[in-house]
Structure formats: C-alpha cells, structure tokens
C-alpha cells in the first residue's frame, strides 16, 4: 500500500459528460502529480501541484482541469469527454517540490475512465 | 532533447535465470535515472534509483541496475529471476527544465516456470 488514495477506481461514462477524479496524497507529501496511462501512449505527465500551487504542466488538453485543495488532496475535472480520453489516471504524490525532487513517486491504484 | 528509451517490448526468461530489462537514455549533464514496476491492475512502484556515486545501485526485490555513462545506459538486472517478478517495468530520466519525470515506454517482464 503507497498510502496513496484514488477514487473511484472504475468510471464509465459517456461522450460529451464531465468527471472528476479524486486523490488523497500520502501523509505528509505536499507533491500531487497526475499523470494518463494508455495502451498507444504510455505513461503521460499532465500536471503537477505543490502545496496548492500548480508546479508544472505536461501534456494536459484544454478539456482537463485539476486543483489541489487545502488539506492537500487533488481533484482532476475532465469534460467534454472523447473516446480518446478512456485511459488509467494516476495520481502519485511526493514530499519534494521541484529541484529538491529525488525522484521516488508514490503512486495510487488508478482509476480507470471508459467513454463509450 | 532529453528522452529515454527502451528497446524491448517484451522480454522472456525462464525462472531462475538472469533476467536484464534494457535502458537507454539522452540527457545534457548528469542523469538522474530511476526504474518503477506495475504489477497487473496496480500503480507504479519505485525500485531504484542513480543520482550519483557507484555505477551499481541495487534497489527493492533483489533488482539493480548499472549506469554506464559511455553507452548511456541503465539496465535493470536480476541474478535469478522469479515468477514473481513478472510485470511491466517503467524507465525514466528526470527533466533538467522542469524536475518531471520522462518515461520510457515500459517493458512487459514474462517469468515462465
């Protein structure tokens, strides 16, 4: 257990609507990093937010939104959905920010997101 | 631009045997490299990391991996491979811009007994 928490862990919806993923970091870890698993693209970096702030931006599309809140969980919002956006999302957390990041991520289980 | 890659698709090895995942990686400077796993239906899991020091770091489950500078590798390796140790294995070099990581396209590690 990565002491990461993701929900919900399976989704299914359709074209058109809007969702929103859950994530719960690891205590203590100010770092939530999200990142999309797909079979013909691998693992994507989409964003990453440092005790409330966003840090960085990877390949996330305009549809897609995320926050990180007071208490430090994250929430990624993704609307408009396409057939393309089914995928696994990640969340993983770290203690570091940035240049102090040593690179061990802490990942959650995913949650697996079908468009039909 | 800085990228890493991984060869193999797919590597097979009897249990028991070595077992060596492949990593190759293009970055200015120093790397920072590191290898994950994902067991089926689960999140990635740090294994190792090389920042600096031995050019042979060993990391969780009997894995370690050697950073040669010259051929710009950094291959996982196991001395006996268990069925256990079948999963899918992530390498990936840290971003000298932004500190993200870049990942390489994984490889799917089939242990047959």
Do not use: M
């Not at chain 2, 994950?36 to 990391?59: A, E």
């Not at chain 2, 070099?93 to 007994?113: E, F």
């Amino acid at each position: 257990d990565s002491g990461v928490t993701q929900t919900p862990k399976h989704l299914i919806t359709a074209t058109g609507q809007r969702v929103t993923l859950r994530c719960s970091p690891r205590s203590g870890d100010l770092s939530v990093y999200w990142y999309q698993q797909s079979l013909d693209q691998g693992l994507q970096f989409l964003i990453q937010y440092y005790n409330g702030e966003e840090r960085a931006k990877g390949n996330i599309l305009e549809r897609f939104s995320a926050q990180q809140f007071p208490d430090l969980h994250s929430e990624l919002n993704l609307s408009s959905l396409e057939l393309g956006d089914s995928a696994l999302y990640f969340c993983a957390s770290s203690v570091q920010g940035a240049g102090d990041f040593t690179g061990e991520l802490f990942f959650g289980e995913g949650s697996r997101l079908t468009v039909l | 631009a800085q990228s890493v890659a991984q060869p193999e698709d797919q590597v097979n090895v009897a249990e028991g045997n070595p077992l060596t995942v492949k990593c190759t990686y293009s970055v200015s400077g120093n790397p920072y490299l590191f290898w994950y796993v994902q067991y089926p239906n689960r999140g990635l899991q740090f294994l190792l990391k090389y920042i600096t020091g031995d050019n042979l770091v060993k990391g969780s489950y009997g894995f370690e991996a050697e950073f040669n500078k010259s051929q710009t590798s950094f291959h996982l390796k196991k001395p006996s491979a268990l069925v256990s140790d079948s999963a899918l294995y992530f390498c990936a070099v840290r971003d000298r811009s932004n500190y993200q990581l870049i990942w390489g396209a994984g490889t799917k590690l089939i242990i047959k007994p």
